[in-house]
């Protein structure tokens, strides 16, 4: 049936007949500093800085000094033309093994998750036996650049051999060509910023005020009470003074998130529904996830919380308005699912990257309706129902932040960490679902399963 | 319509003396008086062996967002053929004064890709003067090949309206078509445009016109403030809807706000595929975000390539 | 570093300004370094016991320049007083004025070392008072004693000898730059338990160890000293302090374990952090411990439960996991930072002294429980020492307290590590249910 979506293949459907024997990628645990917001603990910090007290704190918990590891990966949103080797620099900055090769990625927000997915391949096809992925970003240490007039002139200067050649290039310098410009969260092919694109899409999906505070307020009261029983104790390592999330607000309330007044969407003629209490802030913060074979970490004596099963990419034509900025995740996951041949009621735990309130509400309403399942999805009705008391139950990004490519590592420590738990609590494997949207109209989402 | 060899410059005629040219011809036309002829003359000029700058041709397709690709951009070509038309709209005996026109409507047929490096042979014209509710509107039409070819890879059609300019034997329309009244959809994209986006696209167009400049130059015209330049609004718009409209395809736009700098832009920017999953159409919208007034509409659709030409 | 007023005192100007003004002289500490000899120049074994003689020929065998008569005008690293045959006070007599003569001959870093036997265990009073006469000996003596030279006191209990393994162990430790600040002690070795290491560089090789409170200050520096003398380590802070403790981790390539010690789960997860990463746990020292300040009378609930919980309460639900482990069973050892204000009290340290005392308490009552399954458990109690918490003391009372010993100046982190890495060390296997000070034999507890 043509759909006017991206279908669903029927599950089992896409994967070969002769899947090639691969070995198993474990998530031996995880590592990050608390998340600051902008201009606070980490203000004068640069992404290079973080990431090394990142790895810093994974290497001393797993005594990984001097270790040569297969491969890092790791990578920064807002990144500094200086950091063309971000993770390098940081790896020569830590104490492992000066001879760890590593690559630096970008894709937006799901940076962090797509180094976790891609050092996991290269653990099951056999290319390395251990990884660390990361993901560093700075709100405030962010690249300022000159503008398009002085960079011209800076660069023809350099190229001009007289100096009536440099004196004419000169005299094209206008005062306005002074200005430094700061990186613009717009999306460039729309002018539309994150935020204002999520409240075309709250509008679409109807989502009301009352739902995204009340989603907010459970990912600060769950990350306050993670805190709170120690279940951080082995997952952060504390950064400039900063022993928790800056960002989380234990003590909120819907009352005090109901007093905020919106900030997105109000230029739009739709209702104004998302404000800074159900939005995410601009943060800044760094994680690191520690990948191995099993022969590596057992050689070690490592722990093994979960291993990543398969991971799923996708993306949407937002700039033509057909789907929302953010929605890109809500394909990807039934994809995903169908390839594994999975429902969601598979799974314990669901992790869902909280950009903002509206971004995971419109998801679960898009997997909801029973059209946009048909249309869109391929499927024969809606996609289905996630539990809500599933969803992000140790917190999310609106309690600690987002720090674009740090969030992905944050989850996936976070997650593996609950299913080896829960798995040892109940005697049954248990699953989990990772799934984060991103810049650009993209989404990247990922299986783990406990150990 | 009596066949007129064609005028063939020498060289493609420079702008900023059209417009002296055209503003001198305003004032004998003051002085002396309107002439009342309201024939078209039936000249078209042309203009050949004309190549383009790859430098202007980079910086144009950065300014309005399309990949510095080696292929010509419609709106690029229209840029390039520009002072042509408006030379045919600068001899003595076009009927209407060439200040102060407006540009209503513009349609590109760009039916196969031109790339920077071609040599180009250039032909406008005047034609189809006839009556508008608030003047008397002409559309010039320009068509662009390959040097020494006879089929046409780009043809524009230009739909000019000389304000409060009625002449003799053109009657006004009887029925103003009622506007529909609009109600701005939800936005696809938001532009902010800065003061300076007239002059920015002036040096990559070449056209200097003054109400596109500045605040005094705009209001020397009469204007409160300055504007953009519509084909550098529908060029955006064209870049936006982005590869998927292909190597060959129909470009419509219909003006009507003006843009006054800076401003904010919103717009919606739709695509409609056939049953296949295949580009039929793309749909764009602008208004302002802050009135809700309509600036400007338009389509891009497929155009059948003709048989026989080079892929 | 030393501090400031020592370095000033042993340079040239300064050195003849404090002698016109008698001040305080304090020396620059011969401190252990790898590759260091034992002791430098020859040692001075005196006394006619068998023990004696068996001491000097082992002391031979280490290769070091053994003399049983001190060769006049030589200069000396150590004297050596084997009075494991006293039978009455007058048996003194020959064996200290033999080390009388010698000592103006002792280099600056020597040592005054006695072997006796304590005298509680004597069979007759002249017995006992010769004994007990030998502790008054040896703290009179190290206070006599100038230019970092040390006396302390090996007690053999009944069924060991001079050569028993933790009395050579002792003898070596008291002997070596390790024992820099601990001065006027006495130290009971109870056991023919206990073994001389294989590599003497390096006495803690193959040994798992966890040091708690190892973010920063003593802790950190016991974590570096274990490291070198070749242990595996785990370091254990509050999560709070995670950030140092990273950095300590890596610095000695152990792993970091960030634990608040007062869980219910907190010896468990120790257990189970060892027994995963290393299969094993030889060494836990308790040295994690916070000061909160105040005269009774001003004395509150939280400051006097929170220095209770951490420094004993949680020692204490620890070692109880710790005995009930599988994990722990062959030769394990638990070594507790005590500290002198809970030996002889500091005011507005009552909450700080009942802790520290407790934990002496608890070390000689757990000893029995250890031994049953070969180990030991012991406690260092540290005086004046410099580090971040004794450079917040204001400066007067600081420049007493650092005074107010034998060495006339503060220990550092380094020797009270030196001692806990000894008592951890298989040398020290028959030592156990000890309080050993690493003081330089202060007057108050600080």
Redesign the interface.
């Known amino acids: 049936m ?1 759909i ?1 979506g991206q279908s669903t293949p029927t599950p089992g459907g896409s994967v070969p007949a002769t899947v090639p024997e691969t070995r198993r990628a474990v998530i031996v645990g995880a590592n990050r500093i608390p998340f600051a917001r902008a201009g606070g603990a980490y203000a004068k910090s640069s992404n290079q800085d973080m990431l090394t ?1 990142a790895l ?2 994974l ?5 990984l ?2 270790e040569r590891i297969g491969q890092v990966a790791a990578g920064a949103v807002l990144k500094h033309s200086r950091d063309f080797n971000l993770t390098r620099e940081a790896v020569l900055g830590s ?1 492992l093994s000066a001879e760890t090769p590593v690559y630096d990625l970008q894709q937006a927000c799901a940076t962090g998750l797509e180094t976790v997915v891609g050092l996991a391949n290269k653990i099951k096809l056999g290319q390395i036996d251990s990884g660390i992925a990361g993901g560093v970003d700075s709100a405030s240490d962010a690249p300022v650049v000159v503008s398009e007039g002085l960079r011209e002139v800076i660069l023809d200067l350099h190229r001009a051999k007289s100096l009536p050649q440099r004196l004419q290039i000169l005299g094209r310098l206008r005062p ?1 060509d002074l200005a430094p410009l700061a990186p613009g969260t ?1 999306e460039p ?4 910023s994150m935020g ?1 694109h999520q409240a ?1 899409t709250t ?2 999906w109807k989502i009301s005020r009352e739902a995204q505070d009340e989603l907010a307020l459970n990912s600060h009261h769950n990350l306050a009470a993670a805190y709170e029983s ?1 279940f ?3 997952l ?5 003074g900063l ?1 928790r999330d800056a960002n989380l607000r234990a003590d909120t309330s819907l009352e005090k998130l109901a007093a905020l007044k919106p900030v997105f969407g109000r ?4 209702d104004a529904t998302m404000t800074a209490g159900n939005s995410t802030p601009l943060t800044d913060g760094a994680s690191t996830v520690l990948l191995a074979s099993d022969d590596w970490a057992d050689a070690r ?3 093994k919380l979960a291993s990543v099963i398969d991971a799923e990419a996708a993306a949407v ?6 789907d929302g900025l953010l929605m890109a995740p809500v394909f990807a996951v039934p994809r995903l699912l169908a390839r594994q041949n999975l429902t969601l009621a598979d799974f314990d735990y669901f992790e869902i990257h909280e950009a903002f309130a509206a971004t995971v509400l419109s998801s679960l309403a898009a997997w909801e309706d029973d059209e946009f399942g048909r249309t869109r999805l391929g499927l024969d009705g809606a996609f289905g129902i996630i539990d809500r008391s599933r969803l992000n139950v140790n917190g999310s990004s609106l309690a600690a932040g987002h720090p674009f490519a740090a969030t992905g590592g944050r989850i996936v420590g976070t997650l593996a960490k609950m299913l080896h738990a829960k798995a040892a609590s109940t005697g049954r494997p248990a699953r989990g679902l990772v799934s984060v949207c991103a810049a650009g109209g993209q989404g990247v989402v990922a299986i783990l399963e406990s150990l | 319509m009596t066949f007129q060899e064609p005028v063939v410059l020498a060289e493609m005629p420079s702008l900023s003396k059209l417009y002296v040219n055209a503003a001198a011809q305003a004032a004998r036309r003051r002085l002396l008086g309107t002439h009342d002829s309201a024939v078209l003359p039936e000249v078209s000029h042309e203009a050949r062996g004309v190549t383009v700058g790859v430098e202007n041709l980079t910086a144009y397709q950065h300014l309005i967002g399309e990949t510095a690709s080696d292929v010509l951009p419609a709106g690029f070509i229209h840029a390039v053929v520009f002072p042509l038309a408006m030379s045919v709209m600068n001899r003595d005996d076009f009927p209407l004064p060439l200040l102060g026109m407006i540009h209503l409507r513009n349609s590109v047929e760009h039916r196969s890709p031109l790339v920077f490096t071609a040599v180009l042979d250039m032909a406008a014209r005047v034609e189809n003067l006839r009556g508008h509710r608030a003047g008397t509107q002409v559309d010039v039409v320009a068509e662009v090949r390959l040097a020494g070819a006879s089929d046409v890879r780009w043809r524009g059609v230009s739909t000019y309206l000389a304000k409060g300019v009625f002449l003799p034997g053109i009657d006004k329309p009887t029925a103003v078509a009622g506007k529909a009244d609009f109600t701005a959809p939800d936005p696809t994209a938001l532009w902010q445009l800065g003061v300076d986006t007239g002059r920015a696209y002036a040096a990559v167009s070449g056209d200097f016109n003054p109400i596109h400049l500045s605040v005094l130059s705009a209001k020397a015209l009469g204007m409160r403030r300055s504007i953009a330049h519509g084909m550098y609004l529908a060029s955006r718009a064209l870049a936006d809807v982005g590869p998927a409209r292909g190597d060959s395809f129909a470009w419509d736009v219909e003006f009507e706000a003006p843009v006054f700098l800076p401003s904010r832009v919103a717009l919606e920017i739709g695509t409609e595929q056939s049953c296949s999953g295949a580009w039929k159409h793309s749909r764009y919208v602008a208004w302002n975000p802050r009135s809700g007034r309509r600036h400007f509409s338009g389509t891009v659709s497929a155009l059948q390539p003709l048989a026989g030409w080079p892929a | 570093m030393a501090d400031t007023y020592t370095q000033l005192v042993n340079s040239g100007l300064g050195r003849n300004l404090a002698k016109k003004l008698n001040l305080p002289q304090p020396a620059v500490l011969r401190r252990y370094k790898p590759g260091q000899p034992l002791v430098i120049g020859p040692v001075v074994v005196l006394g006619d016991t068998p023990g004696a003689d068996k001491l000097a020929a082992e002391l031979l065998s280490w290769d070091l320049d053994v003399r049983r008569h001190a060769v006049p005008a030589e200069k000396l690293g150590a004297i050596i007083l084997v009075l494991d045959g006293l039978q009455h006070p007058s048996d003194l007599e020959k064996p200290v004025l033999a080390a009388a003569g010698s000592l103006r001959d002792l280099r600056s870093g020597g040592r005054i070392i006695t072997l006796s036997h304590p005298s509680a265990e004597a069979s007759s009073p002249e017995t006992a008072a010769a004994r007990q006469g030998v502790d008054g000996f040896l703290r009179s003596l190290a206070k006599e004693l100038r230019s970092g030279a040390t006396g302390n006191g090996v007690l053999l209990a009944d069924g060991t000898t001079t050569t028993s393994p933790s009395a050579l162990g002792a003898v070596r430790f008291l002997l070596s730059g390790r024992s820099a600040f601990v001065d006027g002690q006495f130290l009971t070795v109870s056991t023919e338990d206990g073994a001389l290491p294989a590599e003497p560089e390096r006495p803690l090789a193959g040994k798992v160890a966890v040091v708690t409170g190892a973010a920063r200050g003593i802790g950190a520096q016991i974590a570096r000293t274990l490291h070198r003398d070749g242990a595996t380590l785990i370091l254990v802070d509050i999560p709070a302090a995670g950030d140092q403790l990273a950095t300590v981790a890596n610095e000695v390539r152990g792993t970091a374990l960030q634990l608040d010690i007062t869980g219910a789960d907190a010896g468990q997860r120790i257990i189970d952090h060892a027994a995963q990463r290393h299969g094993r746990l030889d060494i836990v020292v308790h040295n994690a411990g916070i000061t909160r300040d105040k005269l009774l009378a001003n004395m509150d609930h939280t400051r006097w439960n929170a220095v209770i919980n951490i420094n004993i309460a949680a020692q204490l639900r620890i070692n109880e996991a710790l005995l009930a482990s599988e994990h722990f069973r062959t030769s394990p050892r638990i070594v507790s930072v005590a500290s002198t204000s809970g030996i002889a009290g500091n005011r507005g340290q009552t909450n700080y002294a009942a802790s520290k005392g407790g934990v002496m308490g608890m070390v000689r009552a757990t000893a029995p429980l250890l031994a049953s399954r070969g180990g030991t458990i012991n406690a260092v109690a540290p005086g004046f020492i410099e580090t971040e918490m004794t450079a917040r003391i204001p400066f007067a009372v600081r420049e007493v307290a650092r005074r107010l010993n034998s060495l006339q100046q503060g220990g550092r982190p380094s020797d009270v590590a030196e001692t806990i890495a000894f008592l951890a060390s298989d040398a020290a296997g028959g030592i156990n249910g000890e309080v050993l000070r690493v003081c330089g034999q202060n007057l108050v507890g600080a």
């Open positions: 043509p006017d007290a810093d704190g290497i001393a918990r797993f005594g000094q001097e104490a306005k717009a092919r729309t002018g539309l204002e075309l509008a679409q120690g951080f104790d082995d952060m390592t504390p950064y400039r022993t230029n739009l003629g739709a004596d490592l722990p034509d937002f700039v033509h308005g057909k």
